[in-house]
């Protein structure tokens, strides 16, 4: 029969010792830690070497006893040491609350988390823009590596499946343009100028960044997505097992497609959203469209389509970075995904105005105004 748990006391030229017996275990205790508890006095050690078994109750028990009366514990075997070791790590005291802090403290404090993360950030993805650099020449010195059905693949996706919607949003992005401008010339009767208005700021601008700010919520968080569930499944780490470059066969074929296809949705959004804006002008107006279309070839320079035709592989080439390098992020749970595809358009929507601030600073500059 096992023996109940109980202890015993000496007095020794140490101190006062407790001398622990019998089975430690919760089914053995009975009304030991009570006891344990009631104890009065300094207490210098705990000698459990007489014990003959131990759980995690028992343990408590002991590390809680040597706790309150800043007692050694003495004899424990090496089982029973980290069984007590274990317990008294989980035992330190928890924080429901955290301590206060003011308002202005807090606020610098998330400001330069932000800052430490942006700069990180920032640092990953020029790190990224190097990797998809060397891949493509990689990809040139050694043409048997270019993967043209991935690249066919994601012309359709990134360019192809995205002429509706990219229509849609520039017809009516042209009938806003025109009917907002008309409204506000018409107080100097100067109707015939939002020809003018509407030519030039969608070839320059409104088309090239609309169009990238649909293909970084259409393709980019596409591309995030897709290579953060790959990470997740653990398919990148076999494609490396295997001898693929994951740069080679992954972001080659999305970056290059991006690229090449912005240039071309971009111009394809400039015509839709002009013919929204002839048509708002017919209607409105009564503008023909063989006088819109002549209008709008005497005040719209040819430097004006340059302009959305030399931004807009730039902002391509950002959008499939940002998307590609945010999946590649992915680590840890399927929440990752999501939070790395938001991060993802956010980041290329962000990027890609900041470039068109300074490219309208540099064509400004060069004369292209």
Known sequence: MTNRADYSEDVTDGGRIIRLTGNLSIAHLDDLPDRLMRLEGDVAALDISAIEHIDTIGAWVIHRTARDHEARIDGADAGAGKLIEAVSKAGQPIELHPPYVTPLRRVLGEIGEATTVAGATLLGLLGFFGGTLVAFWNVMRHPRRFRV??????????????????????????????????????????????INLVGRITFRELGVLMTAIMVAGRSGSAFAAQLGT???????????????????????????????????????????????????????????????????????????????????????????????????????????????????????????????????VFFTWVGWI
């Open 149 to 194: 059905n991935a690249v066919v693949q994601r012309f359709e996706v990134v360019g192809v499946s995205a002429l509706g919607i990219i229509g849609l949003m520039s017809f009516l992005i042209g009938i806003v343009i025109a009917q907002q401008g008309s409204v506000q010339l018409r107080q100097f009767g100067a109707e015939v100028l939002t």
């Open 230 to 360: 790959m990470k997740l499944t653990e398919e990148i780490d076999a494609m490396r097992t295997i001898g693929v470059s994951p740069m080679e066969a992954l972001v080659v074929p999305r970056t290059l497609a991006a690229v090449v296809l912005m240039p071309l949705l971009g111009f394809y959004s400039s015509i839709i959203a002009i013919i929204g804006g002839g048509f708002l002008c017919a209607i409105s107006l009564d503008i023909p469209p063989v006088t819109f279309i002549q209008r709008l070839r005497e005040v719209v320079p040819i430097t004006d389509l340059y302009v959305g035709l030399v931004k807009a592989p730039v902002f391509g080439m950002i959008i499939a970075i940002s998307g590609c390098f945010q999946g590649m992020q992915v680590k840890g749970d399927a929440e990752q995904v999501g939070l790395r595809t938001t991060a993802a358009v956010v980041q290329a929507i962000f990027l890609v105005i900041v470039v068109d601030a300074l490219f309208a």
